[in-house]
T-cell receptor, first 114, second 114 residues
Framework: ETGVTQTPRHLVMGMTNKKSLKCEQHLGHNAMYWYKQSAKKPLELMFVYSLEERVENNSVPSRFSPECPNSSHLFLHLHTLQPEDSALYLC?????????????FGPGTRLLVL | AQSVTQLGSHVSVSEGALVLLRCNYSSSVPPYLFWYVQYPNQGLQLLLKYTSAATLVKGINGFEAEFKKSETSFHLTKPSAHMSDAAEYFCAVSRSGGYNKLIFGAGTRLAVHP
């Protein structure tokens, strides 16, 4: 595997379910990110992790819970989601979390909440 | 605060014609500027990045962009469109200092017709 991978690629869940999205980067980077891409809104940054420490939470509801066990892996735990949470969730990584570092994106997980 | 405006949510060109995708930004500090491309059902791929080393930046697939500080613009061009260029293009801004927060424009969907 190379670059940034995400699993699953597609996920359908009910509002009472609990699920997790997984991201893995094979680039030796130290910073990882979650973004949300909705149909009618620009890409929104959700969380930033630097060396496994969360350094930014962009006013994301608590029903989204990130976890970064090491610098290569990032999870997004989902619970009691709403239909408006349906979107493409993109993971990215960069060498470090300094401003201006190039971010490399995974293919995304397409989430549908019923 | 930083922001990005992409003029034209949809652009249509003929194969072989010039591609021009517009991006204007606002930033109180010297910015880093990026263009990313997203093909259907895929993540974002970096086309090019402005870092202040040169105002004309060459990217992959024959694309280039010119940074014009006086116009606060970073328009993306390609001399001759190819069918494979059909995709959505995103302009983004980041700043030096602070955490690596990419602010994206709303995107421009490029259609290329024979």
């Amino acid at each position: 595997e190379t670059g940034v991978t995400q699993t699953p690629r597609h996920l359908v869940m009910g509002m009472t379910n609990k699920k997790s999205l997984k991201c893995e980067q094979h680039l030796g980077h130290n910073a990882m990110y979650w973004y949300k891409q909705s149909a009618k809104k620009p890409l929104e940054l959700m969380f930033v992790y630097s060396l496994e420490e969360r350094v930014e939470n962009n006013s994301v509801p608590s029903r989204f819970s990130p976890e970064c066990p090491n610098s290569s892996h990032l999870f997004l735990h989902l619970h009691t989601l709403q239909p408006e949470d349906s979107a493409l969730y993109l993971c990215a990584s960069s060498q470090d979390a300094s401003g201006g570092e190039t971010q490399y994106f995974g293919p995304g997980t397409r989430l549908l909440v019923l | 605060a930083q922001s990005v405006t992409q003029l034209g949510s949809h652009v249509s060109v003929s194969e072989g014609a010039l591609v021009l995708l517009r991006c204007n930004y606002s930033s109180s500090v010297p910015p880093y500027l990026f263009w990313y491309v997203q093909y259907p059902n895929q993540g974002l791929q970096l086309l090019l990045k402005y870092t202040s080393a040169a105002t004309l930046v060459k990217g992959i697939n024959g694309f280039e962009a010119e940074f014009k500080k006086s116009e606060t613009s970073f328009h993306l061009t390609k001399p001759s469109a190819h069918m494979s260029d059909a995709a959505e293009y995103f302009c983004a801004v980041s700043r030096s200092g602070g955490y690596n927060k990419l602010i994206f424009g709303a995107g421009t969907r490029l259609a290329v017709h024979p």
